[in-house]
């Protein structure tokens, strides 16, 4: 079980994160998905499982340890770091030495993700997508009892991509634990049986990934967050559009509050069709009310 308890973090410079405070339990044997753009923290707070990132504030237990890199966890943060000196055999050897496993065939390990051609390459010269695709592949062929993944579905070599799912179901299946960060919703469905929703460092929902979550409607109506990286666009589309009371939009992030929230919705999805825009996250919350 992974147990967090009033975790409080923070990121400066050109990445920005406040994270927390946030709490939450994850069992044993269960793939759960933090839900959010890299800014919302859920990426923070995956490499705070991974024990690589200190928390300001709060306690985090893996199996009932203080969280701490270990061989018994497989983290594969968005950018790996790997040993460029080695050969990617080599290197999945030398991770099954690193983690006191009986060594199996490299090239039976990648078979799993459907990327054998990529033993012999130097890791030195991979892109970032077949990098990350190799960390997965470790991750995955390990005896490691907890995965910690990000993204697990963006930046990989394009072989891999429809293997993921099922090689992921089966280390759950065989008991391990699985945590992954994403800014998509339907990744998380794919991939994960819980979701948890992350807003601005905050968590805000936990939805079971079978169950749709209903926006609020009331006389308050609903604040919808957008992000994506075309926000700009979106802003000028919908401005003048009576659905919304309020448009606020700061880098990749716009929020709009309004009424109705199925309206809100649709006027998004036809605005970012206008604009050829790809929306990465819609999020609603309720408008605290006013004091008067």
């Known amino acids: 079980m992974i147990q967090v308890a009033e975790v409080t973090a923070r990121t400066r410079g050109r990445s920005k994160v406040d994270l927390g405070p946030v709490s939450l ?51 594969v943060p968005a950018v790996p770091d790997l040993p460029t000196a080695l050969d990617v055999d080599e290197y999945l050897v030398l991770s099954s030495s690193v983690r006191g496993e009986p060594h199996a065939s490299p090239r039976e390990r990648l078979a ?46 394009p072989r891999a991509v429809g293997h993921i799912a099922t090689a992921l179901q089966a280390r759950v299946d065989a008991g391990a634990t699985a945590v992954i960060s994403t800014a998509s919703r339907g990744d998380a469905r794919a991939l994960c049986e819980e979701l948890f929703l992350f807003v601005r460092g905050a968590l805000k929902k936990r939805t079971d990934a079978e169950q749709e979550w209903s926006p609020p409607v009331g006389p308050n109506g609903a604040r919808l967050f957008i992000r994506s990286e075309g926000a700009r666009f979106l ?19 716009l929020v709009v509050t309004g009424k109705d929230p199925v309206a809100m919705a649709s006027a998004v999805a036809v605005a970012a069709r206008h604009a050829s825009v790809e929306l990465d996250q819609l999020s609603f919350e309720a408008p605290e009310e006013e004091s008067t």
């Open 235 to 253: 802003l000028a589309e919908l401005g003048a559009d009576p659905t919304f009371v309020t448009l606020e939009g700061e880098g990749a992030t």
């Open 112 to 157: 799993l993700l459907g990327v054998t051609p990529l033993a012999r390459r130097r890791i030195r010269d991979l892109t970032l997508e077949e990098s990350r695709t190799v960390a997965f592949v470790e991750a995955l062929t390990s005896k490691a009892k907890v995965l910690l993944l990000v993204e697990p579905l963006v930046d990989l070599d």
């Open 25 to 75: 339990s994850l069992e044993s044997g269960t793939c759960s998905a933090l839900v959010g753009a890299r800014e919302d923290g859920p990426e923070l707070l995956l490499s705070i499982l991974a024990g690589v990132v200190a928390p300001r504030r709060g306690t985090v237990t893996v199996d009932g340890s203080p969280a701490s890199p270990r061989r018994s966890l497989a983290y």
